[in-house]
């Protein structure tokens, strides 16, 4: 557990000092959210935006939006439900590291505020 609440710590600072340095607005999407442990420590308002988490499970899903009191969209990083240009930052901590396709992230780009 300790490895999550440093990686959860390091990514909500760069977080905010990203937001802060682009001076972005809007809704920060965390992409394949699990269970909500860094939906949770978004929504205690360290970015100062809100967010939403995207989970492709139900059950995890659910888990996540009672954990962290945010909204919870169950779906895909490969087809994300946000209109583009409706967020001010996209997390998403597993794609990389599962070397799975990068499809949802270059459509992310297209979701971001320019």
Request: one cysteine or more.
């Amino acid at each position: 557990m300790w490895w999550y609440r440093g990686l959860r710590a390091l990514t909500t600072e760069l977080l905010a000092r990203a937001l802060s340095r682009s001076g972005a607005t809007g809704l920060v999407l965390d992409a394949g959210c699990g269970t909500g442990g860094m939906m949770a420590r978004l929504a205690a308002g360290a970015t100062g935006s809100r967010t939403l988490g995207l989970e492709f499970d139900a059950v995890a899903a659910g888990l996540a939006a009672n954990k962290s009191g945010r909204p919870v969209i169950r779906g895909s990083a490969n087809e994300l439900p946000v209109r583009d240009g409706a967020l001010a930052a996209y997390l998403d901590r597993k794609s990389t590291r599962l070397n799975s396709s990068h499809l949802g992230i270059s459509y992310a780009v297209f979701c971001l505020k320019k």
